[in-house]
C-alpha cells in the first residue's frame, strides 16, 4: 500500500525566514502529487500538485515544490514566509489510473512568529 | 457550485447515540471519501467509494458505516456513538486530479 512521510511534524519560523518541507512517499510507480494547506479553523484547501512534466511546480502565494523521482521525494518550499502562512500542511500522493484514492501524509504544522 | 458540503457542522451526541454525516458533491465526482482528523495524527481514512453503489473500508473504518446510494450522496453513520469518536469529520471527492474537501464536521462524544 502506498504511505507518505512527512518527517517535520511542527514548525516554528519567523517571518521571512526561508521555509521546506520534506514529504516522501513509496510507490515505485508513476504517481500525482499534492500539497494541501489547512489555515486555523478551515477545510483542506490545494495548494499545489505535480502529475507529469516540470518536476518544480508552482502553486499559489508564492510555495513550490520539486519532485525527484530517484528521491521519491516532494518537498514544499517557500522563500519567505509570512505570518499568514501559518497553517497545517498536507503532502498527498495517489496513483493514476484506475481507481484512485489519495493517501495523505501525518501533516505539518507551521508556525510563523510576527 | 458550491462543491462539497458537509451536514452538519458541529455536533454533540452522548455515548451509545447513533447519528449520521451527509456529504454531497455537485461535481460528479466518482470517488468520495470520509476522513476523520485528530490531533497530532493527521487525516485518516474511514471509508471511501469509488462509484454510486460501492463502499470500501479505510484505515480506520471500526464504529462506523456508510453509504452511497446517489452518485452525489456519501453518508458516514456511527450507529453507537463512543468518546474514540470525537474528532473532526471531513468528505471529500475526487476525479482524475485533487480532492475537494468539505467544510468539516466537528463532532464531541460525551
Known amino acids: 500500500a502506498q504511505s507518505v512521510s512527512q518527517h517535520n511534524h511542527h514548525v516554528i519560523l519567523s517571518e521571512a525566514a526561508s521555509l521546506e518541507l520534506g514529504c516522501n512517499y513509496s510507490?515505485?510507480?508513476?504517481?500525482?502529487l499534492f500539497w494541501y494547506v489547512q489555515y486555523p479553523g478551515q477545510h483542506l484547501q490545494l495548494l499545489l500538485k505535480?502529475?507529469?512534466?516540470?518536476?518544480l511546480v508552482k502553486g499559489i502565494k508564492g510555495f513550490e515544490a520539486e519532485f525527484i523521482k530517484s528521491k521519491f521525494s516532494f518537498n514544499l518550499r517557500k522563500p519567505s514566509v509570512q505570518w499568514s502562512d501559518t497553517a497545517e500542511y498536507f503532502c498527498?500522493?495517489?496513483?493514476?489510473?484506475?481507481?484512485?484514492?489519495?493517501?495523505f501524509g501525518i501533516g505539518t504544522k507551521l508556525q510563523v512568529i510576527p | 457550485n458550491a462543491g462539497v458540503t458537509q451536514t452538519p457542522k458541529f455536533r454533540v451526541l452522548k455515548t451509545g447515540q447513533s447519528m449520521t454525516l451527509l456529504c454531497a458533491q455537485d461535481m460528479n465526482h466518482e470517488y468520495m471519501y470520509w476522513y476523520r482528523q485528530d490531533p497530532g495524527m493527521g487525516l485518516r481514512l474511514i471509508h471511501y467509494?469509488?462509484?454510486?453503489?460501492?463502499?470500501a473500508k479505510g484505515e480506520v473504518p471500526d464504529g462506523y458505516n456508510v453509504s452511497r446510494l446517489k452518485k452525489q450522496n456519501f453518508l458516514l453513520g456511527l450507529e453507537s456513538a463512543a468518546p474514540s469518536q470525537t474528532s473532526v469529520y471531513f468528505c471529500a471527492s475526487s476525479y482524475i486530479t485533487e480532492a475537494f474537501f468539505g467544510q468539516g464536521t466537528r463532532l464531541t462524544v460525551v
Open positions: 467509494s469509488v462509484g454510486e453503489g460501492t463502499t
Open positions: 498527498a500522493v495517489n496513483e493514476p489510473g484506475g481507481y484512485q484514492k489519495v493517501t
Open positions: 505535480y502529475f507529469s512534466g516540470d518536476p
Open positions: 510507490y515505485g510507480g508513476t504517481v500525482n
